[in-house]
């Protein structure tokens, strides 16, 4: 009987979330970017439910860790605060599934970001965030009102779900750019310019755009792979799932190069 006690409680040594400075293995972003995937993870697979009660945890495990003193700006703690609200409300509220995991997502990518030091997650929609830009270019090209709306309407779905996360890592000037520019595009006044001062619109768009993801540091990725993963249809969890692997493989292989050699 000893022994299976003793089994039990090395497992849930394992299983539970190992306290704040254990070991000095662990900060406190570093557990709190843990507890906001776990969640965004139980999303993923449809339950909800467990989603939100971890949502709460986190709720608690921020205050206690002092986390809030840790944050940079008021914008940070405003970021974390409303899509966290909204991602615990989107758990149970009457919407689709794939909206509930976007509200997470979103939440994620926000506590990524102000964790991170490099190749925050929310840059590897870039090429999501362009494919639907071109998309909405080529409707205007060709003077398509109907499809420009529906690739409009898929762009800003796409920007605003990493928008939280932007107004932490890019500088205030850029991300004003964009919006005034998506404000812009959908204004009903657009469709009153002539065919070249929409070019203009468009091509000053894509260049502000470009300009907010070239602006922060990112590790290498395969293009391709990311590519394929968004063509079908995946775009969130795919490009998050793939992402987030290569980037908690690197920083092992980082912390095993600064190990001292026996």
Known sequence: MKRI???????????????IGAAG????????????DEALQLAKNGR??????????FSERFFALGAKERLK???ELRAVTVTHEQA??????????EDKVAAITQFRLVVDAIHSTYQPLWTEMEPAVMEAFAAVEKAAQQGEQK???AA???LLDRYTLIEPSVKIDVPPDIATKVDDDLEALQAAAFWQRSEDEQREQLADARQDLEALFAGVKKDEADPSLIWVMISTGGVIVLTLTYVGWRKYKGEKEE???????D
């Open 5 to 19: 006690g003793l089994a039990m409680l090395l497992s849930l040594a394992f299983l539970w979330p190992a306290p």
């Open 25 to 36: 293995q662990t900060n406190g972003w570093e557990q709190l970017d843990d507890i906001s």
């Open 48 to 57: 909800f439910a467990e989603a939100k009660e971890v949502l709460r945890y």
């Open 73 to 75: 700006s008021a914008d």
């Open 88 to 97: 615990v409300k989107a758990m149970t509220a009457p919407i689709s599934a």
């Open 147 to 149: 499809a420009y709306a």
């Open 152 to 154: 409009l309407r898929q």
């Open 255 to 261: 912390k095993r190069a600064r190990q001292p050699e």
